[in-house]
């Protein structure tokens, strides 16, 4: 039978206890009750919550092996009949694991789909401490961003402050619009701590001697600032420049496959002779970059992904682009002259102004393509 975990509301999810789902609702609420040592036996008034926030009340809402959480209405709620409507602009006190906040009512339930929403609805009146303050049992470090959130629509944090914490409390409460600027917060704080810097690539650089081989495989180097530096020669297989600037920066002879380049920066870069055979270059921008071919060392690009790609101005002369995924991409005014598109995926791509002299487009799809009377068109079967 399907197993899920129940955890007391406030409590973590270490605390929790394994139940099996009966066979109704009523069955599950009781087995609730019975593992987290409820007040009512019967689980009558609990009220089921999944990590998103949402309530639910029927069986078929539950998933396998999730995370769910019990607030026992007969210990933070008073009757219903007694509770009294609250103005949406009325000044609520919020008593947050011994810390006291005032807000209103109003941006209590701004998001409607929220716990806090809920819990501050009309027909319901919290439990209170002594002083008339609402109880909740949480973390007031990490409630008071979401606080302020709901507030402004803004998140603003203080970089000591835990972005992991507020992202669970978030989840926790079910506040669903502010989790996607907190895991890009976590992203880039996360990629800030396994990264080099500038200066130290820098150092690095300097201290190789001309005649001496770099090796960079495998190198996360994810958002960092490499503009302008000369990183030609080096190999970097497999490595992780994801949002990287590399604008400017010398990539000629680079071993670049099978490379996360994805969001990179790489106007006006030099390319000539790298391999980025299997790479991936989705959403990255090329504008100007050379990939010509120099003298039979041409830039490889077979089978990289370069969907939504900008190579606007760029220079692709004889470049090897076999089966490349260029969906998207925009080649606006590119030099394509002589280069290799035999079997790429050219659909949406906007070729404006393109010059496709001598390009092999054998196999190739150009299904919605955007040509115009500007684009040089000349293809080898």
Request: charged share 25%; proline share 2%.
């Amino acid at each position: 039978s399907m197993t899920v975990r129940v955890c007391r509301n406030g409590s973590l999810r270490c605390d929790g206890k394994t139940v099996n789902v009966p066979d109704t609702w009523e069955q599950f609420l009781q087995e609730c009750a019975k593992q987290l040592a409820i007040r009512s036996a019967s689980g009558a008034g609990c009220r089921v919550y999944n990590t998103d926030g949402g309530e639910l009340s029927s069986l078929e809402e539950i998933l396998p092996d999730e995370t769910l959480f019990i607030l026992d209405a007969s210990e933070l709620f008073t009757d219903r009949k007694q509770s009294t409507a609250i103005n949406d602009d009325a000044w609520v006190r919020l008593n947050v694991g011994g810390t006291i906040f005032t807000t209103t009512r109003d941006t209590l339930i701004r998001d409607p789909n929220s716990m806090l929403a809920k819990m501050f609805g009309r027909d319901w009146e919290s439990k209170k401490d002594v002083t008339g303050a609402y109880l909740l049992d949480r973390t007031p470090e990490y409630f008071e961003p979401l606080l302020n959130f709901l507030r402004s629509g803004k998140l603003v944090m203080s970089d000591k402050r835990n972005a992991e914490g507020v992202f669970l409390e978030a989840q926790y409460f079910g506040v669903t619009s502010v989790l996607a600027p907190l895991q890009e917060m976590i992203r880039s704080k996360v990629m800030a701590e396994r990264s080099l810097t500038r200066r130290e690539m820098t150092q690095v650089l300097l201290a190789c001697p001309s005649n001496v081989s770099l090796r960079g495989q495998g190198m996360e180097l994810g958002g960092l600032d490499l503009s302008h530096l000369d990183l030609s020669n080096i190999n970097w297989k497999m490595s992780d420049f994801e949002g990287a600037n590399l604008s400017r920066t010398n990539l000629d002879n680079a071993m670049l496959q099978e490379a996360n380049l994805s969001a990179a920066n790489l106007q006006y870069a030099s390319l000539r002779g790298a391999n980025l055979q299997n790479a991936n270059l989705e959403g990255a921008n090329l504008r100007g970059a050379l990939l010509e071919d120099r003298g039979g060392l041409r830039a490889n690009l077979e089978g990289a992904n370069l969907k939504e790609a900008i190579l606007d101005d760029s220079n692709c002369s004889g470049a090897n682009l076999r089966a490349a995924n260029m969906r998207g991409c925009s080649l606006e005014n590119a030099n394509l002259l002589r280069a290799d598109l035999a079997g790429a995926d050219l659909e949406n791509t906007n070729l404006r102004g393109a010059n496709l002299n001598k390009a092999n487009l054998m196999g190739a799809n150009l299904r919605k393509a955007n040509f115009d009377i500007r684009t040089t068109v000349s293809s080898r079967q």
